[in-house]
């Protein structure tokens, strides 16, 4: 099961036998003042030095979100996308659950992007996948529905298999759908992660699709939460995500280290070369 995104110059291939791809989340001003006030201004220089950070980092894709009040998404995500792809060659996940915001970032976009998201909402399905057939891009699938999260893994299984089935009967082939089962706080829920690698291990049994998580969510309200999240992190890439979406800046040891103890990393090449090239980094 090969997903693959492009941009004007670069391919990035998610598969469960290859090394995990690291999908930068930085750029969404969600709790960043600094972003979101740039945004509102229309300046996209903070936009472009977050792009260049996360790939210098390790970030294979780029999410770009422009969400954030006040802000037209339909003028600001296409000069989003436009100041990314200036900087940076890597392939780019849209992010809104705006349509028309979608659509106007599509039309600028160079390659085949992933669209973050569709979720199994009636209205989502019926919005989101025709653009996601019309421009040929890949789409990452949430499992919550009119009913909000479900509680367990298995209901989570089932809205996954009903946007599968709904983008399969528009055409859109499986491999390039991404399911992410929601991951909820465990400080308000000690059960949350349980629920969500058991459901990420149903997923990838039944359906067989890649998987990619906004893994951070879990530590919320915590203390030391880079702790609890690398901690998580590694178990739901041991479990079958394998595109999460992170701060490179903070998960990319998590993951090179995951690679390497899963035999995804052939004689440790990645893991040796990623450790030597932050050694550098520190001593300039």
């Not at 082939?173 to 991404?178: A, G, Q, S």
């Not at 990393?265 to 001593?283: G, H």
Request: proline share 5%; aromatic share 2%; glycine share 6%.
């Amino acid at each position: 099961m090969q997903t693959t995104v492009r941009s004007a110059s670069k391919e990035v291939t998610i598969a469960p036998d290859r090394p995990i791809v690291i999908i930068g989340e930085r750029i969404n001003p969600t709790g960043k003042k600094r972003l979101a006030a740039s945004l509102a201004e229309g300046d996209m220089s903070r936009v472009r030095t977050l792009a260049e950070q996360q790939v210098a980092n390790g970030a294979h894709i780029l999410d770009v979100n422009v969400g954030a009040a006040s802000v037209d998404e339909v003028a600001l995500l296409p000069m989003a996308v436009k100041a990314v792809q200036e900087v940076t060659d890597v392939p780019l996940c849209i992010d809104s659950p705006n349509a028309a915001a979608l659509k106007a970032a599509l039309d600028v976009y160079e390659g085949k992007p992933l669209i973050n998201s569709v979720n199994g909402e009636e209205a989502s399905l019926k919005r989101v996948l025709p653009l996601v057939k019309e421009y040929g891009a890949a789409i990452i699938g949430l499992t919550m529905d009119d009913s909000g999260i479900p509680a367990t893994a298995e209901e989570r299984v089932a809205v996954a298999t009903k946007i599968v089935e709904r983008a399969e009967a528009l055409g859109i082939p499986r491999e390039d759908i991404l399911i992410d089962c929601l991951v909820l706080a465990v400080s308000a829920d000690q059960t949350a992660a349980k629920t969500t690698l058991e459901a990420i291990q149903g997923v990838r049994d039944q359906l067989g699709v890649n998987m990619t998580l906004g893994a951070s969510n879990v530590s919320f309200g915590l203390p030391d939460r880079e702790n609890v999240n690398a901690v998580f992190l590694a178990m739901a890439v041991a479990t079958g995500v394998n595109a999460p979406i992170v701060n490179p800046t903070h998960a990319c040891k998590t993951i090179m280290a995951a690679d390497l103890l899963l035999g995804r990393d052939e004689f440790a090449m990645n893991y040796v070369t990623y450790c030597r090239r932050i050694a550098r980094a520190q001593k300039g």
